[in-house]
């Protein structure tokens, strides 16, 4: 039973809340009353979230030694010893080759999206984390990619109506890279001068710094999510009013910033946004406000 509950720790299932970008294809799309477009997006966010446990084990087998030095990382299963390295490796390969060869036999196209993942995110949990800058592009690329895998598992199920706006994606992106530098920024400013001793990379770093990356990266994401709204393809395809939800991600974004600078959160988003009530109201009045709009003032079909 321990061996079982220090994988299950390990699997962060607080942290698949960053796999809902999945359902992204299936709002937009509106396909949202299809029984059979429902069943395959889940299939699709519960690919990702397997194969993000994964990544998980890989990540913390290899950052072991360093997250003894993290206040809160020490007590995870690997770092704490409860859970050994051979169990998590076995773990860990067992759900990659699951989803890997369950995709590639029954959705090709989906199977290239989480199969690019997992290389990136291998590739970023031994060696690209300790590149500056370059380990947040490719924090920031692995939800793109989310986005596109909600996209291809339904195409894969026949819904070849679904396609994705490169505005969308763009603000995808740089709400990424924005979540990314704030907890590089939390990293740098709780961890002080142990900072190095946790992530060799937080040498790379100054809060001052970190601070106008993520000035530009929330400037773009809102004017990414801006110019989507009112673009002639999503007047056309998606629907005429979805630029009355801007007001939504304006005040999500600047409440994160909050929760930054004031509170001196930043860790973890998917903590962050499931603990601070007006984050999670403001999340949850968006989503439903894109809803009413693409019931009542729907465009073509597609994102």
């Excluded at 809340?17 to 359902?23: D, E």
């Excluded at 029984?35 to 299939?43: E, P, Y």
């Excluded at 029954?106 to 060696?127: D, E, R």
């Excluded at 937080?202 to 990266?217: K, P, Q, R, T, V």
Aim: charged content about 15%; hydrophobic content about 55%; proline content about 3%.
């Amino acid at each position: 039973m321990k061996v079982l509950s220090g994988i299950l720790r390990s699997f962060r299932f607080r942290s698949w809340t960053k796999n809902l970008i999945v359902f992204a294809a299936l709002l937009f799309a509106r396909h949202w009353q299809d029984s059979h477009a429902i069943v395959m997006t889940v299939l699709g966010a519960l690919g990702f979230c397997l194969l993000s446990s994964a990544v998980y084990l890989f990540n913390d087998i290899a950052d072991r030694e360093r997250d003894k030095f993290h206040p809160e990382k020490k007590n995870r299963p690997i770092a704490s010893g409860s859970l050994k390295v051979s169990v998590a490796a076995v773990t860990a390969v067992v759900l990659a080759a699951g989803v890997l060869g369950l995709s590639w036999v029954f959705t090709p196209n989906y199977a290239i999206i989480v199969s690019i993942y997992l290389v990136m995110q291998l590739a970023y949990s031994f060696k690209l984390k300790h590149e500056v800058i370059l380990d947040v592009l490719i924090i920031a690329l692995g939800f793109v990619l989310r986005a596109l895998a909600g996209v291809t598992m339904l195409r894969d199920a026949g819904y070849s109506d679904v396609t994705i706006s490169p505005w969308l994606m763009m603000c995808t992106f740089f709400l990424a890279i924005f979540l990314a530098f704030a907890k590089r920024r939390y990293e740098v400013v709780t961890l002080g001068e142990n900072a190095s001793g946790h992530r060799k990379i937080l040498e790379e770093y100054s809060a001052d710094l970190l601070d106008e990356m993520m000035g530009i990266a929330t400037a773009s994401c809102i004017i990414g999510y801006s110019i989507y709204s009112v673009s002639d393809r999503t007047m056309e395809l998606v629907s005429t009013k979805l630029w009355v939800t801007i007001p939504f991600v304006v005040f999500g974004v600047f409440r994160y910033l909050y929760l930054i600078h004031i509170k001196g959160h930043g860790g973890s988003p998917d903590k962050l946004l499931l603990s601070d009530m007006p984050l999670l109201l403001n999340t949850l009045l968006w989503l439903l406000a894109v809803v009413l709009i693409l019931i009542f003032y729907p465009g073509s079909a597609t994102i």
